[in-house]
């Protein structure tokens, strides 16, 4: 069985300071992993997503998120916050076999101050 | 396609009576994703179908729970019997492929008096 731990359910940066969210991941097969944020108000979107590929992932807004197999660690970072990143973050695994369904983790809230 | 459509988006029920929740997913997505969130809690997966075929329910969704995807398109999930711990937010997501992300809708906030 497949689980998620966010490191943190609040991080608060400066605005242009450097954005890391922590998550760890539990998996008994290869993993998918992503990051999925969550504006006020609004539905989950993508960020990003590890599927075997290359380690070091690049989503939108300005994301990357680096897959560590002996860490077991899917971190998110962001050279340089910005007020619009203010939001929720979850990291989310899937098993690479069988029912596909996606475990997340209880989420990041981020702060950005001016 | 205008993403996965969830009706309707607020439901406020009283103790007790039986509520339906549609979901539309994306017209090419043969994967279909229940999830409840609650307040400062991730989303927590409920049932997932392939096509039509309910292939992994929670061991969340109680008897009270019962989720259909009669054509392989649009999807119910019904609660019969609210209870006042029912109150969260409904979630649906869809994919097409296993090693994509979801796409979710805009959910459904169930409150119930």
């Known amino acids: 069985a497949q689980s998620v731990t966010q490191l943190g359910s609040h991080v608060s940066v400066s605005e242009g300071a450097l954005v890391l969210l922590r998550c760890n991941y539990s998996?008994?097969?290869?993993?998918?992993l992503f990051w999925y944020v969550q504006y006020p108000n609004q539905g989950l979107q993508l960020l990003l997503k590890?599927?075997?590929?290359?380690?070091l992932v690049k989503g939108i807004n300005g994301f990357e998120a680096e897959f560590k197999k002996s860490e077991t660690s899917f971190h998110l970072t962001k050279p340089s916050a910005h007020m619009s990143d203010a939001a929720e973050y979850f990291c989310?695994?899937?098993?690479?076999?069988?029912?596909?369904?996606?475990?997340f983790g209880a989420g990041t809230r981020l702060f950005v101050k001016a | 396609d205008t993403g996965v459509s969830q009706d309707p988006r607020h439901k406020i029920t009283k103790r007790g009576q039986n509520v339906t929740f549609r979901c539309d997913p994306i017209?090419?997505?043969?994967?279909l994703y229940w999830y409840r969130q609650t307040l400062g809690q991730g989303p927590e997966f409920l049932t997932y179908?392939?096509?039509?075929?309910?292939?992994?329910k929670s061991r969340l969704l109680s008897d009270r729970f019962s989720a259909e995807r009669p054509k392989g398109s649009f999807s119910t999930l019904e609660i019969q019997r609210t209870e006042q711990g029912d109150s969260a937010m409904y979630l649906c997501?869809?994919?097409?492929?296993?090693?994509?992300?979801?796409?979710f809708g805009s959910g459904t906030r169930l409150t119930v008096v």
């Open positions: 997501a869809s994919r097409d492929r296993p090693d994509y992300g979801y796409t």
């Open positions: 998996s008994s097969v290869p993993p998918y």
């Open positions: 590890y599927t075997s590929a290359a380690t």
């Open positions: 989310a695994v899937s098993e690479s076999t069988g029912g596909f369904k996606t475990i």
């Open positions: 017209s090419e997505h043969n994967r």
């Open positions: 179908f392939q096509n039509e075929a309910q292939l992994e």
